[in-house]
T-cell receptor
Framework: RKEVEQDPGPFNVPEGATVAFNCTYS??????FFWYRQDCRKEPKLLMS???SGNEDGRFTAQLNRASQYISLLIRDSKLSDSATYLC?????????FGQGTTLQVKP | DAGVTQSPTHLIKTRGQQVTLRCSPK?????VSWYQQALGQGPQFIFQ?????ERQRGNFPDRFSGHQFPNYSSELNVNALLLGDSALYLC????WGTGALTYEQYFGPGTRLTVT
């Protein structure tokens, strides 16, 4: 079993739609969590950190549930430019553990 | 302010050969981590260097080795290349011991290695 698991998709949604990605992690000792965005053939870039209290950055909302070991990302009012792979990431003693990634394709 | 740089961009090698990939961290960062990303997968942690020492290692064989130089730059060496080593190799840098829950690792553009 992978330490961080997420549905690879693809998720195909129209512009303006709301889409939610989920992720589970198995290591309860994981210290912190992130969502990274990766465009095709590019490096991953930090989208946002994830807190138990939830955090929002514009159209993006991330949530952590430590009891269920579950992480979510909600994207509202999807834009064409949101098309990318979204990587769920946990951090444990300095190293990042990545999920497989979820592919989002936003269509006009 | 230059970000993380990696060289070369692309590389084609033959099975059994050896390869060296290079990374220069972002200015002000002293810790370098290496990741392997196979097609369709998320990056996998190879190892991390700080103060010229390997501090952590992922589940990779001894064929994968590294080095960090006094200027914090780093090399990843892979010996006896296998077809399965074909991947995007990513270098990430960060400050050591940041302690904050939300420290960020900055990634370089990667080196795409193809083994034939």
């Amino acid at each position: 079993r992978k330490e961080v698991e997420q549905d690879p998709g693809p998720f195909n949604v129209p512009e303006g739609a709301t889409v939610a990605f989920n992720c589970t992690y198995s290591n309860s000792a994981s210290q912190s969590f992130f969502w990274y965005r990766q465009d095709c053939r590019k490096e991953p870039k930090l989208l946002m950190s994830v807190y138990s209290s939830g955090n929002e950055d514009g159209r993006f909302t991330a949530q952590l549930n430590r009891a269920s070991q579950y992480i979510s990302l909600l994207i509202r009012d999807s834009k064409l430019s949101d098309s990318a792979t979204y990587l769920c990431v946990s951090r444990n003693t300095g190293k990042l553990i990545f999920g497989q990634g979820t592919t989002l394709q936003v269509k006009p | 302010d230059a970000g993380v740089t990696q060289s070369p961009t692309h590389l084609i090698k033959t099975r059994g050969q050896q390869v060296t990939l290079r990374c220069s961290p972002k200015s002000g960062h002293d810790t370098v981590s290496w990741y392997q990303q196979a097609l369709g997968q998320g990056p996998q942690f190879i190892f991390q260097y700080y103060e010229e020492e390997e501090r952590q290692r992922g589940n990779f064989p001894d064929r994968f080795s590294g080095h960090q130089f006094p200027n914090y730059s780093s090399e990843l060496n892979v010996n006896a290349l296998l077809l399965g080593d074909s991947a995007l190799y990513l270098c990430a840098s960060s400050p050591w011991g940041t302690g904050a829950l939300t420290y960020e690792q900055y990634f370089g553009p990667g080196t795409r290695l193809t083994v034939t």
